[in-house]
């Protein structure tokens, strides 16, 4: 079961950042028709489920570092609140493109460097 899941949470990092990508491409070419807030949402949505997921499988394994991955986790869902509620309320006008790309930062090195961590764990503990 160990290995599905880890599978399961591996795919959804290579679609998390297609869905990026889908982003910043919606947003270079000004696309402000509902075609870019419906990419946005589809994004969000997509990493808040991946996280609940993710924190599932550390609590089923006991992760001893599930305090501090859940922490990145609430940092980088707040960067994307953030977006939201100004994109929610101000439109196009609210749309905060520094801010997505410190959250790309921030999840790039939380993959690297956190769910290397929690990979490395996995493979010293058998969890296949």
């Not at 924190?55 to 609430?74: A, C, G, K, R, T």
Request: proline share 2%; hydrophobic share 40%; net charge negative.
């Amino acid at each position: 079961m160990g290995n599905l899941i880890k599978s399961v949470l591996e795919s959804d990092h290579y679609y998390m950042v297609e869905l990026f990508d889908l982003v910043c491409s919606a947003e270079k070419t000004n696309i402000w028709d509902g075609t870019f807030e419906k990419v946005m949402r589809d994004f969000f949505l997509f990493v808040i489920k991946h996280f609940s997921r993710e924190e599932e499988f550390m609590l089923m394994i006991e992760y001893p570092d599930y305090n501090q991955h859940h922490s990145d986790h609430v940092k980088l869902t707040g960067i994307l609140d953030i977006i939201s509620i100004r994109m929610e309320k101000d439109g196009p006008a609210g749309f905060d493109q520094e801010r997505l790309h410190m959250f790309y930062k921030l999840f790039n090195d939380h993959i690297k460097y956190g769910d290397q961590k929690l990979e490395d764990f996995c493979r010293d503990k058998n969890i296949v």
